[in-house]
């Protein structure tokens, strides 16, 4: 008799990210890790990346208080986050939480981080 094995297969989540969003996530990335963690960090950042032809096609300009950009040419970017990369920011969103460091700028993409 042989045995089906069950495919372990990690949980990946889709997160829905605004130009906003891209451009603040890295505010949620540990200052210091290790070097596992940095290496998700990387990862992340790869996939939320605001591509030179992205930037041109929405206008994005920096400005001294953030950017700017045309919202009606930006598109929502769907991202599938592996289940260690998912961790990492909810890790992240709870740490800002309990230490009460959540700014305004950033209550929409944590809670889409924290019910995803």
Not at 46 to 61: D, H, M, N, T, Y
Request: proline share 3%; with cysteine.
């Amino acid at each position: 008799m042989v045995k089906k094995q069950k495919e372990t297969k990690s949980k990946e989540a889709k997160l829905a990210l605004t130009v906003r969003d891209r451009l603040l996530i890295g505010q949620l990335y540990p200052k210091e890790a290790g070097l596992t963690e940095q290496t998700v960090v990387r990862d992340i950042s790869r996939k939320v990346e605001i591509s030179q032809a992205e930037q041109k096609k929405i206008g994005l300009k920096p400005m001294p208080q953030g950017f700017t950009w045309d919202e009606k040419k930006e598109k929502v970017l769907q991202v599938e986050l592996t289940e260690t990369e998912l961790n990492l920011l909810k890790d992240q969103v709870t740490k800002l939480d309990t230490d009460k460091k959540i700014t305004q700028p950033l209550v929409e993409l944590c809670l889409k981080i924290k019910h995803a």
